[in-house]
């Protein structure tokens, strides 16, 4: 007990406020976001957010992008319980060997045109858990065609917002 108390004094506080995280920083992109989708979404972006695997590290951030804080909605991106309403598919975690089928059976779902985005280290490259490993098939790539990859352990909602804005660019 002692111990872990002197550990916790010794070390003292590793948070701190994210410097990009302001205000303005997330209102001049999302606007410029929202002009986007309603220019080739037609006011709308549809996202399947698809947990292969994660260890739920992306969905934390993946979730703020709704909390009242970002607010995601207002800039014309909404996320959908079924594929076949989605534009977007988003998938966190390596693909572990139990979600491989689940998640070719969602893209199968997903009506064209479809993007897939990788969403985080593990979702892009296998990550820390799903590289060498029986049980994993390592990145989305392993499964499916990936259209936009956005690395981070997790990347936070502004990344996520800026990865969206690219694949938009792009498409
Ligand atoms: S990238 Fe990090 S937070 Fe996301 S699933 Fe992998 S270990 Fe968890």
Same mark, same amino acid.
Request: glycine content about 10%; proline content about 6%; aromatic content about 6%.
């Given at each position: 007990?002692? @111990?872990?108390? *002197?550990?916790?004094?010794?070390? #003292?506080?590793?948070t701190?406020q994210d410097?990009?995280?302001?205000?303005?920083?997330?209102?001049?992109?999302?606007i410029?976001v929202?002009?986007?989708?309603?220019?080739r979404?037609?006011g709308?972006?549809?996202? @399947?957010?698809?947990d292969?695997?994660?260890?739920?590290?992306?969905?934390?951030?993946?979730?703020?992008?709704?909390?009242?804080?970002?607010?995601?909605? *207002?800039?014309?991106?909404?996320?959908?319980?079924?594929? @076949?309403?989605?534009?977007?598919?988003?998938?966190?975690?390596?693909?572990?060997?139990?979600?491989?089928?689940?998640?070719?059976?969602?893209?199968?779902?997903?009506?064209?045109?479809?993007?897939?985005?990788?969403?985080?280290?593990c979702a892009?490259?296998?990550?820390?858990?799903?590289?060498?490993?029986?049980?994993?098939?390592?990145?989305?790539?392993?499964?499916?065609?990936?259209?936009l *990859?956005?690395?981070?352990?997790?990347?936070?909602?502004?990344?996520?917002?800026? #990865?969206? *804005?690219?694949?938009?660019?792009a498409?």
């Amino acid at each position: 007990m002692f @111990r872990i108390l *002197r550990k916790t004094l010794g070390i #003292g506080v590793v948070t701190e406020q994210d410097p990009a995280a302001t205000d303005e920083a997330l209102e001049s992109l999302g606007i410029e976001v929202k002009r986007l989708v309603e220019a080739r979404f037609n006011g709308s972006l549809a996202i @399947r957010e698809v947990d292969a695997g994660s260890c739920n590290g992306c969905e934390l951030e993946i979730h703020a992008m709704n909390n009242p804080y970002h607010d995601v909605e *207002r800039f014309g991106i909404h996320f959908v319980a079924s594929p @076949r309403h989605a534009d977007v598919l988003l998938v966190t975690g390596p693909v572990s060997r139990h979600m491989e089928t689940a998640l070719l059976r969602t893209w199968e779902a997903t009506p064209a045109p479809k993007w897939v985005i990788a969403c985080g280290d593990c979702a892009c490259d296998g990550g820390i858990f799903g590289q060498d490993n029986y049980a994993s098939c390592g990145g989305v790539e392993a499964v499916l065609p990936v259209d936009l *990859r956005i690395s981070g352990c997790p990347p936070a909602p502004l990344e996520l917002l800026a #990865g969206l *804005r690219a694949l938009i660019q792009a498409s």
